[in-house]
Each structure stands twice: as C-alpha cells, then as structure tokens.
C-alpha cells in the first residue's frame, strides 16, 4: 500500500518537473492588511532548495513508527475554551494574579510600569478577552477594567489617572518622573522618541537592535518603506550575516542570570513574543497537550525531566540526557567526515534491536559500543529525539516556532526565534543547544560528508518538528506545507545559535527596573511601619549617619571587588573608560598563593550582585565605568560558574 509520505515524495518529483511547487497554508496566504504574503523566508527558498533529504527522512520516520505498534499512546493538542487560552497566557506571564485583590497584584502593578507600548497592548488585548468570558461565565470575580490597571500603576507613581487617555498609547517614560534618583541608572524600555523607522535602518540591515523592544521597532517599521529587508534565497550563503553590535555594559547571555531574574525575563519575553506576532499579524496560541501516560524509566520515549532526575543521580549537575550525550560522541569518534552523515539511516532492524538492547544495558555499563556503526548511531540519535513524550520544542510553542517562517523579514524571524528559545524550559533549551553545537560541528566538515546547512536543515526537521497527534488531520496537507517553514526555521536556529541565547538588552533592563521599582515599594513599606511605631525619625538619623563613614570608605571612581576563592580577596579598582571586566579577573588571576587552588581564567568570572539585578555574570568585554553608572549600588564577587 502506498503510504501518504511516499504519494507526498511522488508529487514532490511532478512539481519539480514543472519548475513549480503548490503550497495552500491557510496562514500563510494573505497579510493582515491583504497584501500577497511574502514568502522570502520559505517558497522561494524551497524553490532553490532539494526536498528529497525532508521527505526521504519523513518516510523513514512513518516507516520506523509503523513498525512499532506498541509504543505509547500519541499526544493530543487540546482546543482551549473561550478566554481558556488567554487565562493561561495571563498566568504564563504572571499576571493572573491581576483579578485578586492581594499584595502580589500590587507586585503585578510594578511589573506593568516597566511594559513598553505595544507590550502594554498585547496584555490589555488578553485581558478583554478574559473578562469578557468571566462576565458571560458569571464568575464571582471581582473584574478589573483593562483601563483601569493601567490606570493604577500610573496612579501608583503619582499621575493623575482618569482614564481619559487611552491606556494603549500610555507609555512609561523615565524623562516624566520627578527623580530623587536624578543621579541614578537610566533605563530604555523602547518607546516611539527613541527611534524612528529610518534611523533604525540605518544601523544595517545585518545589525540586531538589543536595545529597543522587538515589537516597538516592528511597529515603527510597519507603515514604513523599509519594511521588507534581508531577503533572500534559500541558498546557505544567502542567509543574513546577522550580528550583535557591542553592549559596554556587557552582553547578557542565557545561564548569566539568577533564577529569580530568569523568571522575570521569562514574563516578559512571553509578552514581548506575543506583542511581536500582534503587531505583525501572525496568530499567537500556546497548544495545550492532553495528559498522556509515560514511562518512568528507560531511555527512548521518557520525558526529558524523567531523564535527567534519574541521570543527575549518577552525574549530579548534568544538564543534559546521558544517552543523549554518549550517542553524539559516539557519532563523533568515529569522523564527521563521513559522506551522508545523518541523512543516510542505519539499517532499521539494527536500529531496532540496538534500541532495545541499550534500554536493558545502558545504565548497568555493559552494553558494547564498538558494536554500533556511525549511521545507526545518528539513527539512534533522532529517534532520542522524535521519541521523546514531548516535542524538543514543546507542545505549547511549537506551533509558534513553525509560524516564525510567517514573519515578514529575516530579521524578525530572527528577534522572534530569540525569545521562543527563552520560553523554552531549562531542559529542554540545553539538550537544544547540545544538539544545535553538534550539527554545527557536522557542517564544518561539509566539503567531505557533503552535508551542508541546507541537507542538515532539511534531514532534522522532521525529528524535530514532527510528532503524532499534531496535525494529524490534515497530515497530507499539513506535512508537505510544513516542510517549506520548518527546513528554514531549522537553518535560521542552527546558523545564529549564538544570537538566539543572547537575553535582549532591552528585557535586561526591563528586569532591572522591575527590581527598583520593588525596592521602592518595599522601602515604602518600611517606612509606614517606622511611622506607625512612631520611630520613623530617629531611625533614619541613625541611618544616615551609618552611611556616612560606609560612603567614605571608597572613594568616588572606586569600587571593591571581593574574590573570596582566590588567595587575593579583596581588591580596590580604580575605575577608567576603559577598563573591562576581564582586565579586573586578570589582576587577581596574578595575585599567585600556594594556599589557594589555582584557577583558569577560563573558569573564573566577575559577577555584578544587587543593586537593580539579582546576580548576574559578566562578560569580559563589560565596560566596567559604563555599567557602575548603570547599577552604581552593585556588590562585585569574582567566582567560577558552578560554585
């Protein structure tokens, strides 16, 4: 019986003969505003591009999953209710908290005087939604008007908020305060006297602009005429040479975070993310996958929690699968110079019995490795992958990872990849990393395996993009569409991997003025208790002359920079224009001890802690003037990464 792949692959060979292929997806055919949709990021790429690698892997696939009857049940994408969806969203981003009258809504007020213009939309759009649905449920909530949360921040600053104005068009302005911390860091949350369409562009078409929100140059280059930018085929040296213009206050990349930080950045980029798709009419919906029974153990077809919970075990600290690890390493001891690497399968029935053969051994240390050849290893590899209970790129988002090929520019393409790797959950955006570090590896040697970025794109789409229960009703229609958008999305994901874990400047400082404005709130607190116990004076005269001496100790220019591992612990640094952050870790790296372990400089970095950040690690290129004026109450620890 002809399988559906094998049809699709038939049909692939007719279109080519015709020099054409016959794409219908509903989403992709028109523009918000009725325009033909642009399709610099797909059909014209597919149109340079040879499908045979996609949909031979794609066939390969069905045939492995079709041999295996008894594997678990496949994962179901539920459809939300109405305002479900945006109920979740709302709790996704920590804002549920908005309906209930407590101390966290007030938190929820400061997060919302941070938001740019079009992030401030894209939760009051939510919003409607939600308290619509209440209204018509009759739930016993107490329901805010979306005017008038916005309204309350700026009332909590304040500002005379009487609702007269549009709350969309309400943007938070640093110049507009009366500051006390006149002296104090200044934040750029991206609003419109920040940047005009033209200035934007030229900066270049290549330069990814971190420091103004996403979804506010989107909005400033929406109506404009340089809109449509960095197109081009799908050939591998046409892609962009996208590139970070240099931060001096350092750039921020994922890992360099505290944990309560990270959540933070997690917030905002699911609002930033959905502003983005608002403004440039691209639906945004998290999927929900229905509960599914999994296995508690094993290799293939656990969840990746389930994995590293029985993994860390064994290797505390690992961040990824053991199995997972050992089969690209396994894959790399033998050459990556093999022609037809990862595209040419292991013989199935080996693949199979190596598959079963490791679930019993693995873990015991016996099985034989010598035994497995370099192609079944790779097989091996994406059914890790393809297998796993959960897509790589998760139910929730992977929907919208496949819509990132709907965006009008590269660029874009590029800013909204970025913060779906964010969303990502901490597991799973390592075992990606891995995986997209070791394809690089492969390209590298593509003069002699012949795989280039383009096979390696469309050979792990599939794996990747591909799982039962999604789209399965319309598989013909769904699968071949899906081949052009998602081969290009892989290339974008592996060509600027670098940039993708990147935290966007702009949301750093969203977090950072998140923090302020919570120390603000709590030195209120503290202040009104002072004041109802009647010691409010004397305990700010006995502070004030507390700082005094404190404020003596280092000089203006100076800061102290604390190195409790190494043999020097403590250093005074005079700062300068140009001293970085690197030169600091150098000096104390020179201060030789027998007492103290030796470290690498590799190993050791120095760390801003407090002030408006939580803990944050810096790169050696940090300017260190440029971000004492930003964060001048910051303690600096020199430590390694894992302690």
Same mark, same amino acid.
């Given at each position: 019986?002809?399988?559906?792949?094998?049809?699709?692959?038939?049909?692939?060979?007719?279109?080519?003969?015709?020099?054409?292929?016959?794409?219908?997806?509903?989403?992709?055919?028109?523009?918000?505003?009725?325009?033909?949709?642009?399709?610099?990021?797909?059909?014209?790429?597919?149109?340079?591009?040879?499908?045979?690698?996609?949909?031979? !892997?794609l066939e390969n696939i069905h045939e492995t999953r079709g041999n295996n009857h008894e594997e678990q049940e496949a994962l179901v994408v539920k459809e939300p209710d109405e305002g479900e969806l945006e109920e979740e969203w709302l709790k996704e981003a920590g804002l549920s908290n908005l309906f209930e009258s407590t101390d966290d809504s007030l938190e929820s007020m400061v997060f919302l005087s941070t938001l740019t213009r079009t992030q401030k939309a894209a939760v009051e759009k939510r919003v409607e939604t939600v308290t619509q649905t209440m209204r018509k449920k009759n739930k016993q909530y107490q329901i805010p008007d979306v005017r008038d949360i916005f309204r309350l921040q700026c009332d909590s600053k304040g500002k005379v908020g009487d609702g007269s104005e549009p709350s969309t068009v309400r943007t938070y302005e640093n110049k507009n305060e009366t500051q006390d911390e006149a002296k104090g860091p200044k934040f750029s949350l991206g609003t419109d006297e920040q940047m005009s369409p033209l200035e934007d562009s030229r900066l270049s078409e290549t330069a990814i602009n971190l420091e103004i929100s996403f979804s506010e140059q989107a909005a400033n280059l929406k109506d404009s005429s340089v809109g449509k930018m960095c197109k081009g085929g799908?050939?591998?040296?046409?892609?962009?040479?996208?590139?970070?213009?240099?931060?001096?206050?350092?750039?921020?990349?994922?890992?360099?975070?505290?944990?309560?930080?990270?959540?933070?950045?997690?917030?905002?980029?699911?609002? !930033?993310?959905?502003?983005?798709?608002?403004?440039?009419?691209?639906?945004?919906?998290?999927?929900?996958?229905?509960?599914?029974?999994?296995?508690?153990?094993?290799?293939?077809?656990?969840?990746?929690?389930?994995?590293?919970?029985?993994?860390?075990?064994?290797?505390?600290?690992?961040?990824?699968?053991?199995?997972?690890?050992?089969?690209?390493?396994?894959?790399?001891?033998?050459?990556?110079?093999?022609?037809?690497?990862?595209?040419?399968?292991?013989?199935?029935?080996?693949?199979?019995?190596?598959?079963? !053969?490791?679930?019993?051994?693995?873990?015991?240390?016996?099985?034989?490795?010598?035994?497995?050849?370099?192609?079944?290893?790779?097989?091996?590899?994406?059914?890790?992958? @393809?297998?796993?209970?959960?897509?790589?790129?998760?139910?929730?988002?992977?929907?919208?990872?496949?819509?990132?090929?709907?965006?009008?520019?590269?660029?874009?393409?590029?800013?909204?990849?970025?913060?779906?790797?964010?969303?990502?959950?901490?597991?799973?955006?390592?075992?990606?990393?891995?995986?997209?570090?070791?394809?690089?590896?492969?390209?590298?040697?593509?003069?002699?395996?012949?795989?280039?970025?383009?096979?390696?794109?469309?050979?792990?789409?599939?794996?990747?993009?591909?799982?039962?229960?999604?789209?399965?009703?319309?598989?013909?229609?769904?699968?071949?569409?899906?081949?052009?958008?998602?081969?290009?999305?892989?290339?974008?994901?592996?060509?600027?991997?670098?940039?993708?874990?990147?935290?966007?400047?702009?949301?750093?400082?969203?977090? @950072?003025?998140?923090?302020?404005?919570?120390?603000?709130? !709590?030195?209120?607190?503290?202040?009104?208790?002072?004041?109802?116990?009647?010691?409010?004076?004397?305990?700010?005269?006995?502070?004030?002359?507390?700082?005094?001496?404190?404020?003596?100790?280092?000089?203006?220019?100076?800061?102290?920079?604390?190195?409790?591992?190494?043999?020097?612990?403590?250093?005074?640094?005079?700062?300068?224009?140009?001293?970085?952050?690197?030169?600091?870790?150098?000096?104390?790296?020179?201060?030789?001890?027998?007492?103290?372990?030796?470290?690498?400089?590799?190993?050791?970095?120095?760390?801003?802690?407090?002030?408006?950040?939580?803990?944050?690690?810096?790169?050696?290129?940090?300017?260190?003037?440029?971000?004492?004026?930003?964060?001048?109450?910051?303690?600096?620890?020199?430590?390694?990464?894992?302690?």
């Amino acid at each position: 019986m002809v399988t559906v792949v094998t049809k699709l692959v038939h049909y692939l060979h007719l279109s080519r003969r015709s020099g054409q292929y016959t794409m219908n997806h509903e989403d992709s055919k028109k523009t918000p505003d009725g325009a033909p949709f642009d399709r610099s990021g797909s059909q014209d790429s597919l149109d340079e591009l040879s499908m045979d690698d996609y949909w031979k !892997e794609l066939e390969n696939i069905h045939e492995t999953r079709g041999n295996n009857h008894e594997e678990q049940e496949a994962l179901v994408v539920k459809e939300p209710d109405e305002g479900e969806l945006e109920e979740e969203w709302l709790k996704e981003a920590g804002l549920s908290n908005l309906f209930e009258s407590t101390d966290d809504s007030l938190e929820s007020m400061v997060f919302l005087s941070t938001l740019t213009r079009t992030q401030k939309a894209a939760v009051e759009k939510r919003v409607e939604t939600v308290t619509q649905t209440m209204r018509k449920k009759n739930k016993q909530y107490q329901i805010p008007d979306v005017r008038d949360i916005f309204r309350l921040q700026c009332d909590s600053k304040g500002k005379v908020g009487d609702g007269s104005e549009p709350s969309t068009v309400r943007t938070y302005e640093n110049k507009n305060e009366t500051q006390d911390e006149a002296k104090g860091p200044k934040f750029s949350l991206g609003t419109d006297e920040q940047m005009s369409p033209l200035e934007d562009s030229r900066l270049s078409e290549t330069a990814i602009n971190l420091e103004i929100s996403f979804s506010e140059q989107a909005a400033n280059l929406k109506d404009s005429s340089v809109g449509k930018m960095c197109k081009g085929g799908g050939d591998d040296t046409l892609l962009p040479n996208f590139r970070l213009p240099k931060d001096k206050t350092g750039t921020t990349k994922i890992g360099d975070l505290a944990p309560q930080d990270m959540k933070k950045v997690y917030s905002l980029a699911l609002i !930033e993310l959905t502003a983005l798709y608002d403004i440039l009419g691209t639906e945004f919906k998290q999927q929900k996958a229905a509960k599914i029974k999994t296995k508690d153990s094993g290799l293939f077809g656990v969840p990746l929690s389930v994995l590293l919970e029985q993994d860390q075990k064994k290797v505390p600290g690992t961040k990824t699968p053991l199995i997972f690890q050992k089969l690209i390493s396994q894959i790399e001891e033998s050459t990556l110079e093999t022609e037809g690497l990862l595209r040419i399968p292991g013989v199935a029935a080996r693949v199979k019995s190596l598959c079963q !053969e490791l679930e019993a051994k693995f873990y015991e240390g016996t099985f034989n490795w010598e035994n497995v050849k370099q192609h079944d290893a790779a097989s091996l590899l994406k059914l890790f992958i @393809r297998e796993l209970p959960q897509p790589l790129l998760t139910v929730e988002y992977l929907k919208a990872f496949q819509d990132v090929q709907n965006l009008p520019t590269k660029k874009q393409q590029l800013q909204a990849l970025n913060l779906l790797v964010l969303l990502l959950p901490e597991a799973n955006r390592d075992t990606l990393k891995v995986l997209l570090e070791f394809l690089q590896r492969v390209i590298e040697h593509r003069d002699k395996n012949k795989m280039t970025l383009k096979n390696v794109a469309m050979v792990m789409a599939p794996n990747l993009f591909t799982f039962r229960g999604f789209g399965s009703k319309t598989i013909e229609q769904s699968e071949f569409v899906m081949a052009a958008g998602t081969a290009n999305v892989m290339r974008f994901m592996i060509q600027y991997q670098k940039l993708l874990w990147t935290i966007p400047k702009f949301i750093v400082d969203q977090v @950072r003025k998140q923090n302020t404005e919570s120390q603000k709130k !709590e030195k209120k607190d503290k202040a009104m208790k002072k004041l109802l116990k009647k010691m409010a004076y004397d305990r700010e005269k006995h502070e004030k002359q507390d700082k005094t001496p404190n404020d003596a100790d280092v000089p203006q220019g100076v800061i102290r920079v604390q190195a409790p591992h190494l043999s020097k612990v403590s250093m005074a640094i005079q700062l300068t224009e140009e001293l970085k952050a690197g030169d600091i870790v150098a000096r104390f790296l020179s201060q030789k001890s027998g007492n103290v372990q030796t470290l690498k400089k590799e190993e050791v970095f120095l760390y801003e802690i407090g002030g408006n950040i939580g803990e944050r690690c810096l790169d050696d290129d940090t300017y260190m003037n440029d971000l004492y004026q930003l964060n001048p109450n910051a303690e600096w620890v020199i430590k390694s990464k894992n302690s």
